[in-house]
C-alpha cells in the first residue's frame, strides 16, 4: 500500500459513505438540512513518525510537554497520515447569513461531521492492517486529552486550550497548510473546514511541505480580525483563546455539548483556498 492508495481510500469513502449526508440526529439544523453533504472533496498528506517537528511541539512556546510524539502514541510508528475535509458550499453559506449567532446547520455539521472523521479513521486503520501493519486514532484514544495539565507537579495554564495531540499541527506537518491569524489551517481548499488524522507503523513517502514558516500563507489581512464576535483577534497579538471560549460557550443552544462559531471562516480571503 503506498500513498496513491491511501489517497484514493480516503475519497472514496468520502464519496459513497452515508455518514457524510446530513441526519439531523441531534435535532439543531432545519429538516431541509437533511440529506445535505457535509464536507467536500478532502486533500490528504503524509508526513515521517520520526520529523523533528513533532519533537518541537513539547516546547512550552509550541504546545508543551504534554504534546505526545507519534512514537509515543504508537512506538515503531514510521508514518502520519492527515486529511483535511473542506465544509460544503451549504454549510459555509448557512454560517454567512449571521454575523453572531452560528448557523443551526453549521451547528449539526461540527457533530456529525466530527463522528465522519472518526469513520474516516477507522476505515484507513482497518484497510491498513489488511497489510499487517499497526495503526492509532489518536483523537479517539483514551489516553486523548486537553485542559490544563500537571507537568513536573505544577499546572501549565498555557495548556488550557492544547490538546496532548493536534490535529492542525499534523496537517502542517504533512504539508496540507499553514496558520492563520484565526489559528486555523489555510490549505489549497481554505480554511473552512475540518482535518483528522491516524498514525501507523506504514512506511510512506512523506509529503514535501511547500512552505517553511508557520503563518507562510497568511497574508495579515485581518478579515477574521472584522469578522470575530467576541474580538479575540488581533493583527498584533493574534488569536486570544479565552474570550473565543467564552463566547462560543455563551452563545451555545440549549442542551447543546460543542462549541460552535465558526465566523473567522466564512467572507474571510482565506476561505476558499490560499490567499493572494
Known amino acids: 500500500m503506498n500513498n496513491q492508495n491511501i489517497i484514493e481510500l480516503v475519497k472514496n469513502f468520502w464519496l459513497e459513505s452515508p455518514k457524510n449526508k446530513m441526519t439531523n440526529e441531534y435535532g439543531f439544523a432545519p429538516e431541509s438540512a437533511i440529506g445535505m453533504p457535509m464536507y467536500g472533496e478532502p486533500i490528504i498528506g503524509f508526513a515521517d513518525a ?29 508514518s502520519i497520515v492527515s486529511y483535511f475535509f473542506p465544509w460544503s458550499e451549504d454549510i459555509k453559506e448557512s454560517n454567512r447569513k ?14 456529525e461531521g466530527e463522528a465522519f472523521l472518526v469513520a474516516v479513521g477507522e476505515f484507513l486503520k482497518a484497510e491498513i492492517e489488511k497489510e499487517g501493519e499497526t495503526s492509532l486514532i489518536p483523537s479517539i484514544d483514551k489516553r486523548y486529552g486537553s485542559g490544563l ?31 492563520g491569524l484565526h489559528k486555523g489551517l489555510l ?35 485581518g478579515d477574521c480580525v472584522k469578522n470575530c464576535p467576541p474580538e479575540a483577534i488581533s493583527i498584533k497579538e493574534g488569536k486570544n483563546h479565552e474570550p473565543c471560549f467564552v ?17 473567522c471562516q466564512v467572507n474571510v480571503a482565506c476561505g476558499y483556498g490560499i490567499p493572494e
Open 247 to 263: 463566547f462560543m460557550n455563551g452563545n451555545r443552544l440549549e442542551g447543546q455539548n460543542v462549541f460552535v462559531c465558526g465566523k
Open 50 to 78: 520520526t520529523d523533528p517537528y513533532f519533537e518541537r511541539l513539547k516546547k512550552p512556546e509550541a504546545i508543551g510537554e504534554h504534546h505526545n510524539t507519534p512514537a509515543e502514541w504508537l512506538p515503531e510508528s514510521k
Open 98 to 111: 449571521d454575523a453572531v449567532h452560528c448557523s443551526l446547520e453549521w451547528t449539526e455539521a461540527r457533530i
Open 149 to 179: 495539565y500537571e507537568l513536573d507537579g505544577k499546572e501549565e495554564a498555557h495548556a488550557k486550550y492544547r490538546s496532548n495531540w493536534s490535529e492542525r499541527h499534523a496537517a502542517y506537518a504533512c504539508g496540507l497548510g499553514t496558520f
Open 187 to 221: 490549505t489549497s481548499v481554505g480554511a473552512a473546514g475540518r482535518c483528522g488524522s491516524i498514525i501507523t507503523t506504514l512506511k510512506l513517502e512523506p509529503t514535501k511541505r511547500p512552505y517553511q514558516g508557520l503563518y507562510d500563507y497568511c497574508t495579515m489581512c
